[in-house]
């Protein structure tokens, strides 16, 4: 089989570490354009992962691709083509699959033109900025009769957050009645204002829970105390949000972006017959200097690089086969719709019921 060649849209942080791991950990596919506003960041880039990587090995399957580009705006950097416009990158028949990294604003045009061209995407969340542009995107998938589109919630992925969907579904601790979630963040930029830490940040946990619940969230309310005084934009930090699910079981989260410590995330489901804990970091124990403890990871990098790794390597498989293999575009709808109502609740100071279409009704 052919190696898969993808295309990443966004080489910020987390593109830039997709790209990475496109060109040195996953097998069956190969880094063969990037696209990013900043062309020296995405210049740099390519031609970084285009040498070879010292002892780290393998970027020879990125390095052998250089098929020339005939667009305009676009430029190889050793094997990895540099092409400027997003749009330019999804339609180019070099590229077979999309990686989506661009920030929120951007998902809704880029996906819509991986639909038109027919490139199976994996999209980093949010879906799109809210509700009625991710139904618009579900129902343009729909329309074509084939699953292209996967959301880019890592969680899924990570071996805590697996094992513990799996005790759950087990039966073995009786139905779940509860789950409490800490998400934080070591520090965001200042650009990282309170509606971003529902849409980009508490939107994970809104995912774990109707994952972990296996039902929709139907009520959601924001609570926001006196802000941490370390944040100088005025964002609403920290938030406790409270997601009501459909079936009457209650998700209550935390989500701290400028902690200062590290990035701490944890999740613990209380169920009928027991509990059950993941994200406690207890690594590797060490005592010196009259101290004792272990490392706080830096950011979700560090703290989900497995999780990303099986994602991103899940995906390439599942793409070669004409499948996806990980949340859909519902769920990034899903998502998108409770957040949506999630930031009308830290604006009004009140409970909002979730707006959204049946399953049934969009999907047949
Ligand atoms: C970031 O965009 C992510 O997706 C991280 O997983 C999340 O922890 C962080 O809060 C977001 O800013």
Redesign the pocket.
Known sequence: MQDLRIGIIGVGQMGADHAERVVRRISGARLVAVSDPDLPRANALAESLSRPAGIAGATGSAAATGSASAQTGSSAAGGIRVIEDPLALIGDAGVDAVIIASPGFAHAEQLMACLEHAKPVLCE?PLTMDTESSLRVVEAEHKLGRQLIQVGFMRRFDPEYAALKQLLDSGELGRTLLLHNV?R?KS?PETFRSEMIVR??LV?EVDVARWLFDDEIARITVHAPKPTSLVANGALDPQLAILEMASGAIADVEVF?NFQVGYEVRCEAVAEKGSATIGLGVDVLTKRAGQWGGAVPED?RARFGTAYDVEVQRWVDATQRGEIDGPTAWDGYAAAAVCTAGIQSLQEGRPVEVEMARKSEVLG
């Open positions: 969340k998400h963040n965001v980009d940040s994970h972006v979700y």
